[in-house]
């Protein structure tokens, strides 16, 4: 196990995992029905394949994929379509989706499942097997995983990071994953190993998780070229130019990805979906999701994609709460806070954080100058000069201050004795940045 490490900046928030730490995996019960956003990852939308009145199975495709960066998405359950139109997404937008009703059977699509020895396969079969089971990032950026694993020719990855830092408070999916599923994880390590052909393998895992830190070396003790890599427990460590620094030393450039220095990183989650695809053929169809917060049953969940929350929470609490006030998507600085709750779980869920009523609102006051936000930045930036230019509206400064370089983790807003929104002014600035970018560019 080599020392432990870190990164500039940060901070250091209730881990408030107690709750779900040591509760293992339950299965939820089969939906009646999911609901399957068409738009669930980064890059070409999908081409919807099935009709209202369709017989699918478990595992069917039900979108194609339209572009090398896109990946299928299946369906969830077996049983019939019931809708393809427009359904409220998490992120608060109606966006296009498939509605299917159960049957109660499960039953798989044929030819789908098909139990195989990864190590006879080349490079490109692999990933072509990764790519057709719809596998995206599931720490958060849902960027389909076949074209992260395929780096331009210039580009030589010689370390490869597994990301087990698991950082924001509340979630323990995995964590749980890790405690479980270790060995799978570690063949899945292989399988992406000999994608990229690294050199060196790291698994970054915070040290507020002790007993997946030791189980891990212990599994790993023979291993010449995969080591265990602690790290010291501390927001945002699991971010991707974070975490390269951190156990690199390397440092990622403006506007750069970790490719660019050498590094490629994949999140636990991600890597036991690969495992499963490749050898037992299995699509992505279900994340484990950490529900906490004013929960009264705690714990981490497997749960099918698509099932609305609602009928997670009525699963797990056994009815919504009178109380509750919000639900958050995610972990507390980074998540979403849900338009309602019929909206569905998506491949990239990894938490569902409830709130009682009422839900604490600060209050937005003028910067104060005191530094803070600048302190606890990890990626060097100046929050509270951006958000007053996206306040103001001054989009070449928002530029001049490297406003597409923040990783809208909230270290500021939460630092911030003012309570300023820092970081949502600070995305609204990075959002109308891109939009006129874009709009440059099609002009031309």
């Known amino acids: 196990m080599l020392k432990q490490a870190t990164f500039p900046g940060g901070v250091h928030p209730p881990d408030s995992k107690e709750a779900t730490r040591d509760k293992q995996i339950e299965t939820l019960q089969l939906p ?7 738009q669930q990852h ?7 394949v099935v009709a209202k009145g369709d017989e699918v199975s478990l595992g069917d495709i039900v979108a194609r994929a339209t572009g090398f960066v896109s990946v299928p998405l299946h369906a969830t359950l077996s049983g019939t379509v019931k809708d393809v139109g427009s359904y409220m997404h998490p992120a608060g937008l109606a966006m296009e989706a498939v509605v299917i009703e159960s049957d109660g059977e499960d039953t798989w699509a044929d030819g789908v499942l098909c139990e195989r020895d990864w190590r006879g396969l080349d490079s490109d079969e692999l990933k072509k097997l990764i790519r057709e089971a719809g596998i995206v990032g599931l720490g958060g ?6 074209v992260k694993l395929s780096p331009p020719a210039d580009k030589t990855i010689d370390t490869f990071l597994v990301n087990g830092a698991e950082c924001e408070p509340f979630l323990n999916a995995d964590y749980r994953q890790m405690m479980e599923r270790a060995g799978e994880l570690i063949e899945g390590i292989k399988i992406l190993i000999k994608i990229l052909g690294c050199e060196r393998t790291l698994v970054a895992v915070e040290d507020n998780k002790p007993a997946a830190l030791e189980k891990l070396d212990s599994l790993l003790a023979g291993e010449q070229d995969i080591a265990v890599a602690p790290l010291r427990t501390k927001y945002p460590q699991g971010g991707e130019k974070q975490l390269v620094e951190a156990l690199t030393g390397r440092h990622v450039p403006s506007g750069g990805l970790p490719m660019d220095v050498g590094c490629l990183i994949q999140n636990v989650s991600t890597i036991l979906s690969v495992f499963d695809a490749v050898t037992k053929g299995r699509p992505l169809l279900d994340k484990v999701v ?3 917060g004013a929960s009264g049953n705690p714990g ?12 997670v929470l009525t699963q797990v609490e056994g009815e919504i709460p009178e109380n509750l006030g919000k639900v958050i998507m995610g972990g507390p600085l980074m998540g979403l806070a849900l338009p309602g709750l019929d909206v569905p779980v998506l491949k990239g869920t990894n938490g569902l954080v409830l709130m009682e009523h009422p839900v604490p609102v600060p209050v937005h006051e003028p910067c104060i100058r005191c530094g803070r936000c600048v302190d606890t930045c990890p990626v060097r930036l100046v929050p509270c000069e951006l958000a007053l230019f996206a306040e103001n509206e001054r989009w070449d400064k928002c530029r001049e201050y490297h406003v597409m370089d923040c990783i809208e983790c909230g270290s500021c807003s939460y630092t911030c004795p003012a309570g300023r929104n820092l970081v949502q002014l600070i995305r609204f600035g990075k959002y109308t940045v891109m939009s006129e970018d874009k709009q440059k560019k099609d002009k031309k």
Do not use: W
């Not at 009646?32 to 068409?38: F, G, W």
């Not at 980064?42 to 919807?48: D, F, H, Q, W, Y």
């Not at 950026?141 to 076949?146: D, L, N, V």
């Not at 981490?300 to 009928?311: A, S």
């Open 32 to 38: 009646s029905r999911v609901i399957l956003p068409l």
């Open 42 to 48: 980064i890059g070409a939308p999908l081409e919807c």
């Open 141 to 146: 950026a849902a960027f389909p995983t076949h």
């Open 290 to 292: 950490t529900v906490a």
């Open 300 to 311: 981490n969940y497997l749960v099918r994609i698509g099932t609305p929350v609602e009928e």
